[in-house]
């Protein structure tokens, strides 16, 4: 009989009411192209304190062209800032001051200002940009622009691209290394490449691409670990005819040291703090599953150790900084987040 994970993991689970928006054919067709992709461009979650405040989370509403912002001690949005066209990506800057929201049909970047909840400035970029992360000085900011195979690089002092950078096809995720001399940015491939994904490392100090990497099917997001020395590339198998997987890489070779097999159609990857763990939200954990799920992987043995059921469709996921909880955007459902107070069992 095989072993069985028993989840021992309090969960709780509340709601953001979401209003619809209508959709307009142009925006149709893009939606179809990126569910070809098996990309999900809904609800990106990213977690920051604010003036010794509890802190907060920003989810993206793509419908309603708008973020909530959510205070994590009480699990209520406190307010509701507009952005532009379908917002996609969102992270916020390293002295918490800035949120940084891509707007993927209005090809541009809101910047808003957390004390005021408002927007201060609008960056125009490349064309169908995802996602977005902030250098650790907060000087810089990387976009991927997913229709145009590039990486926009903007000064957050000017608010203006300083430079477009030509990465793999059809880039989405990217994360800038702890020390902020790497960017990684994982290229999904597209159909011309059969999917093949791929990782291009950008050195920042001259802002070209100094390697590329051979991930796996469909890479779409990448996180490092906090010391730095490894890349957790997801790969999204989004045909179901292949293994989804998590890439580990060295970041002092660039090469690939191990891959992780997780459920199918992973939408999100997140590490622990102490970077003893790796959160994959799971689509499909299961053939028969309904719901969404969390894979918790061992970063010692690199190996799904836990996995956590939440909500339907899970899109979005992020560590608190005391690593205490994860927060989960469930596309299909409310809202969940996974309390960790308590070991996982398993049984027989």
Known sequence: MKNKSISTISIDTFSIPLPSAAMSNKARR??????????????ILILVSVAGAAPFAYVTNSDSNNISVIDTATNKVTATVDVGEHPAGVTVSPDGKKVYVVNSRSNTVSVINTTTNKVIGTVKVGIYPQKVAVSPDGNKAYVTDFSYGTVSIIDTTTNKVTATLKVGNFPFGVAVSPDGKKVYVANSGGDSTNFTGTVSVIDTATDTVAATIHTGNNSLGVAFSPDGTKAYVMNSNIRHDSTATISVIDTSTNELTALVSVGDIPCGVAVSPDGKKVYVAIQFPGPNSLTGAVDIIDTAANKVTATVPVGRAPCGIAV????????????????????LTLPTKRIV
């Not at 893009?30 to 609800?43: C, M, N, Q, Y």
Request: proline content about 3%; charged content about 15%; glycine content about 6%.
């Open 30 to 43: 893009e939606d179809t192209l990126i569910r070809a992709f098996g990309i999900t461009t809904l609800a």
């Open 320 to 339: 608190t900084s005391d690593g205490a909880k994860v927060y989960v955007v469930n596309c299909a459902s409310p809202v969940s987040y996974t309390h």
